[in-house]
């Protein structure tokens, strides 16, 4: 079926769901929709999260998307299970794949979950882990100065490393071998997170199971692009376009994106 995969997110974060789409399904078309003028989402109220994620949700179903991949955390925890229940397509959130892949990894059922507040507060994490295995030791750690750095672009760098750093301070004390970055934005800074829990710890998304789950589930139901015409994305922004353009086209490692500015409200 030749209509496209739509993916949201507050902001550039749910490029990194979208990069590991694009390694899976090479064939499909991506309408990707980043709400950066309104990002973060995390200290919102959840009713905000939820108004919002509706009106990207409904923007990317006039556009005759065939999946909605929530690529939010926080939009994940709030708004996921409404948007199954109402929208008339498949709707895939990021909190139980990263918990599956956190799971599958660690090797003493201790896991760190860095997270925006939103995301803490809802405890979807704990939520999630706890159905896999009750013996799961969980530290939730709020990092509310991750998402801004990344949208600003400037998350490379000493600056950005010490920022990390202080971000992760509460876990010095802490006894951990998995971490999992439970917010899209955070594999941007994983270079940094790695750096400052050290090398005995793994550190993880959601991403490549997200990606892989979108996958399983076109196959199955004899969803996916077999037309052979090249993908088109188009990637939406409700914010600054060469920002998003300059944070984009690093990330995904192309050049000459389509990006586009769109108004929700």
């Given amino acids: ?21 694009l390694k899976v399904l090479p064939q499909e078309t991506i309408y990707y929709i980043g709400d950066t003028a309104r990002c973060p989402y995390g200290p919102r109220t959840k009713q905000e999260v939820r108004t919002f994620t509706w009106q990207m949700a409904k923007a990317l179903q006039r556009m005759n998307i065939k999946m909605l991949v929530i690529a939010c955390n926080t939009a994940t ?55 896999l295995s009750s013996k799961a030791k969980i530290i939730p750690l709020a990092c509310p100065t991750f998402v801004p750095l990344v949208e600003s672009g400037e998350y490379d760098g000493q600056f950005a490393f010490d920022l990390v750093a202080k971000g992760l301070k509460p876990l010095a004390k802490e006894k951990f071998d998995t971490v999992i970055l439970g917010c899209t934005h955070y594999p941007i800074l994983q270079h940094h997170i790695e750096k400052v829990v050290g090398p005995e710890v793994t550190v993880l998304s959601s991403a490549e199971e997200t990606a892989k789950e979108v996958g399983e589930w076109l196959s199955y139901n004899n969803q996916l692009n077999i037309s052979g015409e090249l993908p088109q994305h188009i990637f939406h922004t409700t914010g600054s376009v060469p920002i998003f353009r300059m944070i984009a086209e690093k990330w995904l490692e192309k050049d000459f994106l389509d990006i586009r500015r769109i108004k929700l409200y």
């Fill in 77 to 131: 925890a709030v708004a996921l299970e409404s948007l199954q229940k109402h929208l008339p397509i498949p709707v895939i959130g990021v909190i139980n794949p990263g918990a599956r892949a956190a799971e599958k990894k660690t090797k003493r059922n201790e896991i760190v979950v860095l997270a925006t507040e939103g995301t803490i507060k809802s405890g979807a994490y704990e939520n999630a882990l706890l159905s």
């Fill in 1 to 21: 079926m030749n209509a496209p995969i739509g993916v949201i997110d507050s902001g550039v974060g749910g490029l990194t769901v979208a990069k590991e789409i």
